[in-house]
């Protein structure tokens, strides 16, 4: 029997649900991109207002690209578990915050219509870093996506989150309503900035007028999320219908762990998330430079060196001694760049240590290595300049790059095939082969990637030699005994 409105009362006494109405809801919030993570995070904090009487604040979910979450949830009435883990520990909880999703692709005008009703307030995102098409050398709009070619040429029928934002925008411009608060929830750096000046690029291509109106008058606060969720698997499924008592076809599942900082700028009033933990602040970047770089840089960094060595779990990589002191040394290397007291930073590596090491998470290094072109700008490169800056030691950082060109060739240490999954990347033309070229040769044409490197690393003479070097030694001695000369 499925998990459903209908069946709810079936559960296992031991599995929370929610003891509010869910027919008196109504969606406040419209959320691009209901993958794993807004499942995990975003509706958890949504589903305790929920709770406490905000029913204006309901989401309405949506999907820019496959149907497979409205299939699973739509039988479910929207209805989910969530299995936070650690250790022996699982603790079982149904979400009843997501009322709907929308599949764009197969009525576009539906999710238009959505974003510009009056009663949506709030638009969240977490649709991958990818999704922004931005240029993350430069930090602007990637006009040349095929995407935004595509979008400025057909406004009532967009394919990406910017065309979806922009027409909606345009319409409740037009028809009055006032403007909606758009809240990234994605691991890009100065994610509401980030939006908004791709969004003004955008609009800017279209109409200079709305361009205007986008920069002066949607408020795009920043946001610093974090909850390790890795994606489920079919043995999730089944292990987690058996415990519920019910079939669920799409539950998620993370760790106990969660924090969510958001800059309180709102356009049209927000639910009052505090009472669900989540902070404020007027600046998230102290926040966002302690997670992006102490967290999803050594994530990044785990994903690379443990997938050439063979790891399929962050666990067991963190268990290895040689991949654990380049982790810590990494730690001591990037601490100095932080706005964070040393002591503090020092105390969340510790946690983050603790995190890494949750065996029953089974986190896979290839997620954390998905669009790893796209992710390593903001976690590793962007504290690396700040390093080369300052003349701080950066040795570690610079051997996690090394590692990541590495990886990208297709091989790990024993031969074992690796899939890269970077649609970014596997689009650049001037890839080298690595089997076939002599180790300088192919760190130096990888800094021919000006969208990863920007244009000021590759120009670095101490960087570049560093980098050639840490990459032959990977390549003559494999990754694990290279560590040893960082
Ligand atoms: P997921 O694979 O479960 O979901 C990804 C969602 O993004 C899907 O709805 C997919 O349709 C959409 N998407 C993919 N490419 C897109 C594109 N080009 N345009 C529009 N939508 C697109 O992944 P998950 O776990 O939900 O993660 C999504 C993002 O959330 C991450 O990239 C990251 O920025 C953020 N995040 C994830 C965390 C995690 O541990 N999983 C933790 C913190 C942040
Ligand atoms: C990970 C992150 O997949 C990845 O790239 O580094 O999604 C990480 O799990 C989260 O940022 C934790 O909050």
């Known amino acids: 029997m499925r998990l459903s409105s209908r069946t709810l009362a079936r559960l296992h006494p031991d599995v929370a649900r929610p003891g509010y109405d869910r027919t008196a809801l109504k969606p406040g919030i419209l959320h691009l991109g209901t993958g794993a993570f807004h499942r995990a ?3 958890v904090a949504i589903d305790d207002c929920l709770a406490r009487g905000e029913t204006q604040w309901a989401i309405l979910g949506s999907s820019l ?17 969530l299995a936070l883990r650690d250790g022996e520990r699982e603790d079982l909880r149904v979400i009843g915050s997501v009322l709907d999703v929308l599949v764009a692709p197969e009525d576009p005008a539906a999710l238009l219509a959505r974003l510009a009703d009056p009663a949506i307030r709030i638009v969240t995102l977490t649709i991958t870093e990818k999704g922004y ?10 006009q040349d996506h095929p995407d935004v070619i595509h979008d400025i040429a057909n406004p009532q029928a967009p394919r990406s989150a910017l065309g979806f934002l922009l027409e909606a925008i345009a319409r409740r411009r037009r028809e009055g309503v006032r403007p909606f608060t758009l809240l ?16 003004s690029e955008f609009a800017a291509l279209r109409d200079k007028d709305l361009a205007a109106y986008v920069a002066g008058e949607i408020p795009c606060p920043s946001s610093m999320v974090d909850r390790i969720v890795p994606s489920t698997t079919q043995a999730d499924r089944d292990a987690i219908s058996a415990s519920l008592g019910l079939e669920d076809a799409w539950p998620v599942m993370g760790e106990p762990f969660s924090q969510w900082v958001i800059e309180d700028h709102f356009a049209a009033g927000r639910p009052r998330l505090e009472e669900s933990g989540v902070e404020f602040t007027d600046d998230v970047e102290p926040f966002e430079h302690m997670k992006l770089r102490l967290l999803n840089g050594t994530h990044s960094t785990i994903a690379a060196v443990g997938r050439l060595a063979g790891y399929e779990f962050v666990a067991q990589a963190i268990a290895d001694p040689a991949i654990r002191g380049l982790i810590e ?28 090491e949750n065996t029953s998470l089974h986190h896979r290094t290839a997620q954390i290595a998905s669009d790893a072109s796209q992710k390593l700008p903001q976690r590793i490169l962007s504290p690396l300049r700040d390093c080369l800056a300052q003349g701080l030691p950066c040795a570690p950082l610079v051997f996690a790059v090394a590692a990541w060109i590495r990886s990208c060739g297709g091989s790990d240490d024993q031969g074992r095939p690796l899939a890269l999954n970077d649609p970014t990347f596997e689009a650049w033309t001037g890839q080298p082969d690595q089997r076939m070229m002599a180790p300088q040769a192919v760190a130096e044409a990888f800094l021919d990637l000006s969208a990863v490197f920007g244009e000021d690393l590759p120009r670095n003479p101490a960087f570049v030699a560093a980098l050639q070097e ?3 030694a990977i390549a003559m001695r494999g990754v694990l005994a290279a560590i040893g000369s960082v």
């Open 41 to 43: 995070h975003q509706a």
């Open 65 to 81: 690209r496959g149907r497979e979450t409205r299939d699973a949830l739509a039988p479910q009435d929207g209805l989910y578990t």
């Open 470 to 472: 840490a990459y032959r």
């Open 329 to 356: 040394r990494y730690w001591h290397c990037v601490i100095p760049t932080l706005a964070m007291p040393a002591d503090r930073a020092f105390a969340y590596t510790r946690q983050l240590l603790a995190r890494y």
């Open 133 to 142: 098409a931005v240029d993350l050398g430069s930090g602007g709009l990637r």
């Open 184 to 199: 990234s929830c994605d691991n890009l750096p100065r994610n509401g900035r980030t939006l908004k000046r791709v969004l």
